[in-house]
């Protein structure tokens, strides 16, 4: 069994940007692989990234899990916040409830969200 995982991604540029963004407007220290992992999937759907104050409180560096009560989330958008959460701090949500449904390209940022958060 090889010792080291080795998984090459791509992101977009644009993602790239926002993520960039998030980490340095949070000041996210480069070893914190929950709070990257959290700040990769917000940044990677625009419908999140637009709404990120509503989704994360910059100035306590903390997540505002009432904001999945706000009916104006699609399913898809809650179930990625969802995910988000759990990959900051556990918070309650299985995977069949986060990838039940969702889009390609979602499916794919859940996924590599969760790549983050594991191998870093």
Known sequence: MPSKVVIRVEIEEDHLKRLSNLLERDKTHIEDKERIALFYILSGKDSLYQNIDKIYDFENHTIKPECLNDGEWTSEDRKLIALAFNL???YEITPLE?????????????LIGIVERVYG
Not at 98 to 110: N, P, Q, R, Y
């Open 88 to 90: 900051y701090n556990n």
């Open 98 to 110: 986060v990838f039940w449904g969702l889009s390609k390209d979602s499916f794919l940022l859940a």
